[in-house]
């Protein structure tokens, strides 16, 4: 635990002006981003009496080994660093928001030619219209049916949409009249383009022109005695009447708004949105977060504000934001919200009529998804903090391991060999610190002295991140042997990232018994390193490795520590067998022109288009390579070259018949040098993943 006063700085040297701070712990990490309207004020709140601050406060001025401060010209500019500051080093006393899942949208695929109508996740895309969020997929696929009679826009994949084009056969869905049909020439593009773009405005609440319009080409078709297109215009009618009946008119002035409203107590806070557009409710989403430091009502409305908008920009982002408090200064969200709409934004508190009323309810959803949230994770966190403790009284720890670090090592009879290392953190994991290695220190398949060299290389980064300044370069591995498909990068003052080799655990299992155990604490030792504890998980009856012990310890089947170890060690296997198949898959694919230097996958197709095959090529004289679009002299003297070096595989036989196969070979840019045609890719040396 640190004295915040030996880390203060002189309130002469804190400049009285608006900024963004940080905080870092004693391995350089950003553990708090702040911002203030007068950077001395602020930060001198921080230096008072530790008793008189919040307990969570207190936390994190006693971890935290020194600070540092940004001068911004404005609030604003200081809101928008402190957002992209929180984002970037992901900082572990600041307000982070959980989506408890990831919300499914509506999205219309504008920026493609023949604009599909798909459910989506994730982050979003440029060009693609966004509706939603919804509750659930079910309900947006219910809304698409309805809407498919009137505005028949493709919802059909690639690959679909490409095999119906190629065969001139519309899917079901265009044979039902769901679905225009553009993939076999029914309609032009520009006319899906133009449905689309009506089946758009419709969902953005303009309804009541094409109901207007349906109902007028219904009449007129009874007018003239067309009564099919009548009934068929009739059921359009209805069934845009059924889909706008999902979504009720809560607000009558047609207003876009978004209503955010927070529950809290003194742990934890829920926020719970809901998205209003044209007056009806289009869209729903909840977060919850930890109160990791002493908060109002109104900062978490801020940073709810940065959660929502930060990467939205134009439409996507409200005339109007009601909330339940303000925060304070209001001036400067304000206007930032304003800058990401490209006008006007109103930012307010609703008092009475609808407004108020509709607020109400989103308010008592955000206390249901507290409630919730709590009658969860009280099992959760007790589960987990019962294993931990599990696990430190059964390795005689001092402490629970708040870091667990994994090892395994992954190769197919010696090849490929490759080594994962997976990262637990209060027994979750942290997918984003996960590192793999190739082995490269020797040739062949010895488990033990692989999980030696990798737990070398890795903690001799840490003490080369303690000891060092500057920065590694990325690329060509160092002196350690470290992979460039792993960079770690010194912890600079401009780089505080909690994703990097610098933050030690404070257990390293491993996936083995005594030998590879034996391997870890040899590594160790020889860096030395002696405040680590070792211990390894046996496959075959679950037993946990000592380093120093002839006998393991056996942990009951219903601990709760044993399902942990077993959770690490099954992520870490996970995490070398997928690397390793990558590997493989690549290796199996390579061919003799991914050796010429300078040649990419475009002038490689050229030539195999060109020539028919890789065989065909070796064949082919200078001047003949020469004649294909793109490759110069000097260029085909290097295929040659390399064709050249690389020697055809014996020829494949027929083991019935003992006739050799000799065919032309198809595109062998994905196979080894010289195989036949008729053997595909190269046959696999079977045997067990480790």
């Not at 609440?205 to 009548?230: D, K, S, V």
């Not at 742990?267 to 930890?290: C, K, N, P, S």
């Not at 001047?623 to 793109?630: A, M, N, R, S």
Request: proline share 6%.
């Amino acid at each position: 635990m640190a004295d915040p006063s030996s880390y203060r700085p002189k309130p002469g040297q804190i400049p009285d002006s608006p900024g963004v701070y940080r905080f870092r712990d004693e391995h350089r990490r950003v553990i708090y981003v702040g911002k203030a309207k007068s950077l001395r004020q602020r930060l001198a709140n921080y230096f008072q009496d530790l008793a008189g601050l919040h307990p969570r406060t207190r936390t994190m001025v006693t971890t935290a080994a020194s600070v540092e401060w940004t001068v911004v010209s404005t609030e604003v500019e200081a809101l928008q660093l402190e957002y992209s500051w929180i984002k970037e080093y992901d900082p572990r006393f600041n307000v982070k928001y959980r989506d408890d899942k990831s919300y499914p949208y509506l999205a219309v695929t504008m920026n493609e030619e023949f604009p599909r109508v798909q459910v989506m996740r994730g982050h979003k895309k440029k060009g693609v219209r966004y509706f939603g969020p919804y509750a659930h997929a079910w309900a947006i696929r219910d809304t698409v049916d309805l809407l498919l009679r009137v505005f028949p826009v493709r919802t059909c994949s690639a690959g679909v949409f490409k095999n119906a084009a190629r065969t001139g056969r519309p899917c079901l869905l265009g044979y039902i009249g769901k679905c225009s049909a553009p993939c076999v020439g029914r309609i032009p593009a520009e006319e899906h383009r133009d449905l689309a773009e009506d089946f758009c405005d419709f969902m953005t609440g303009r309804t009541g022109t094409y109901l207007r319009r349906l109902e007028r080409q219904m009449m007129e078709a009874a007018e003239e005695m067309e009564y099919e297109r009548a009934a068929r215009l009739r059921d359009d009618i209805e069934a845009l009447k059924k889909a706008m009946e999902k979504n009720a008119v809560v607000l009558a002035d047609a207003t876009d708004a978004d209503l955010v409203a927070v529950a809290e107590d003194e742990l934890e806070a829920a926020v719970q949105i809901f998205h209003v557009r044209g007056g009806r409710v289009r869209g729903q989403r909840g977060w919850v977060t930890d109160k990791v430091e002493e908060i109002t009502t109104g900062a978490l409305v801020e940073h709810a504000l940065q959660q929502l908008y930060g990467e939205e920009t134009g439409d996507a982002v409200p005339k109007e934001v009601l909330v339940p408090a303000l925060p304070e200064p209001v001036g400067p969200v304000q206007e930032w919200l304003t800058a990401r709409r490209g006008s006007n934004v109103s930012l307010r508190i609703p008092q009475r009529g609808d407004k108020r009323a509709l607020m109400e309810t989103v308010e008592r959803n955000a206390q249901q998804a507290l409630v919730l949230h709590k009658t969860k994770r009280a099992s959760d966190l007790t589960t987990r903090s019962r294993a931990l403790e599990e696990i430190a009284d059964a390795l005689d720890l001092d402490s629970a391991p708040l870091r667990i670090e994994c090892y395994d090592v992954s190769h197919l009879q010696g090849d490929d060999v490759v080594a994962s290392m997976v990262v637990f953190e209060d027994g979750l994991a942290r997918k984003g610190e996960y590192r793999r290695f190739q082995i490269r220190g020797f040739e062949g398949q010895d488990d033990v002295r692989s999980l030696h060299e990798v737990i070398t290389r890795r903690f001799r980064r840490y003490l080369v991140e303690k000891e060092r300044t500057g920065e590694w370069t990325d690329g060509e591995p160092g002196a350690d042997g470290a992979l460039p498909d792993a960079p770690v990068h010194t912890l600079t003052e401009d780089d505080g990232r909690p994703k990097r080799f610098a933050y030690p655990p404070q257990l390293v299992v491993v996936d083995g018994g005594r030998p590879q155990v034996a391997a870890a604490r040899r590594a160790l030792d020889d860096l030395g390193i002696d405040d680590i504890a070792v211990c390894g998980l046996a496959k075959r009856l679950e037993e946990v490795w000592l380093p120093d012990d002839d006998n393991p310890v056996v942990l009951p089947r219903t601990s709760e520590g044993l399902y942990l170890l077993q959770r690490v060690r099954d992520e870490a296997h996970r995490f070398a067998i997928t690397y390793q198949r990558t590997k493989r898959a690549k290796r199996f694919r390579s061919g003799p022109l991914d050796d010429v230097p300078g040649l990419g996958e475009t002038r490689k197709q050229a030539l195999i288009k060109h020539f028919g095959s890789v065989k065909k090529l070796r064949s082919a004289t200078l001047d003949q390579i020469c004649e294909v679009p793109g490759i110069g002299r000097r260029t085909a003297e290097t295929i040659v070259a390399a064709l050249t070096r690389a020697v055809p595989a014996a020829p494949a036989v027929n083991t019935a018949t003992g006739e050799i196969m000799d065919e032309e070979e198809p595109d062998t840019t994905a196979g080894s040098p010289g195989e036949p045609a008729t053997t595909g890719a190269p046959h696999e040396r079977r045997g067990q993943e480790t």
